[in-house]
């Protein structure tokens, strides 16, 4: 029987496996690279933070503070735009865009880490456009998040969300993620979700 030494040494095994990946991705993108429902036809493509364009990562950035903006500033955090924009430049900042033709639909921002001795996809940001929301686009950038988990081997999906954004509590619950271990309790504004896979 292995011992709890070779099994946090699997762990970070994995993770390091799943970093050294140039496109993690690739493997699961004859499944996942297209998305499509009723008329709508999405095609989603990995980008390292490296790989990000100028323009794609101000894209990126504008959604975010658009769509979660003014959560932020409804509760204690408040919204720091640099701190948002220096992680997504960060070296180990991954991205699954979804596009619809040229125009870019959403993405998903994740890392692969060790998150409290568990081998982790951490999902930092989820941001669909308004007008691509409540068509299954979000739902099918976690599945791919979930299923790159299950690839690599790793124990969990974990996320932030804020307390005060309904519709993104409402959406992770319909997903089946719940409040983590590593939740703190003592803190209103945010709670740290989390899906076993
Ligand atoms: C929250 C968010 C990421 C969800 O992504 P999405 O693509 O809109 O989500 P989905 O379409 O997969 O599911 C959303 C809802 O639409 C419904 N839905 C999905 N496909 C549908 C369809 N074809 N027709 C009608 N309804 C549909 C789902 O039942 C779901 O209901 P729910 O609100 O009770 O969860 C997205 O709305 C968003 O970017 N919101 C603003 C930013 C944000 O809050 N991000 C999360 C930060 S933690």
Do not use: P, Q, R
């Given at each position: 029987?292995?011992?709890?030494r070779e099994i946090a040494g699997n762990h970070h095994k994995n993770i390091e496996k799943a970093n050294q990946q140039k496109n993690p991705f690739t493997s699961i993108a004859e499944e996942y690279g297209k998305y499509e429902r009723d008329d709508l036809k999405i095609d989603v493509f990995y980008k390292s933070s490296k790989e990000m364009s100028k323009d794609l990562q101000k894209w990126c950035f504008?959604?975010?503070?658009?769509?979660?903006g003014p959560y932020y500033k409804a509760c204690s955090l408040g919204w720091q735009p640099k701190v948002k924009q220096n992680d997504m430049t960060k070296?180990?900042?991954?991205?699954?865009?979804?596009?619809?033709?040229?125009e870019n639909a959403?993405?998903?921002m994740f890392r692969?880490?060790?998150d409290y001795g568990r081998s982790v996809v951490y999902c930092y940001e989820l941001q669909i456009e308004q007008n691509y929301q409540?068509?299954?686009i979000g739902e099918h950038?976690?599945?791919?998040?979930?299923?790159?988990?299950?690839i690599y081997q790793l124990e969990r999906v974990v996320l932030t969300v804020l307390c005060n954004n309904d519709g993104a509590l409402r959406f992770y619950k319909r997903l089946e993620y719940s409040i983590d271990e590593t939740n703190p309790s003592d803190e209103p504004s945010y709670a740290i979700y989390s899906k076993e896979i």
């Open positions: 029987m292995a011992t709890d504008k959604l975010a503070e658009k769509n979660v070296s180990w900042a991954k991205f699954l865009i979804a596009k619809h033709g040229k959403g993405y998903v692969f880490d060790m409540n068509k299954g950038l976690m599945k791919c998040l979930e299923k790159m988990a299950k």
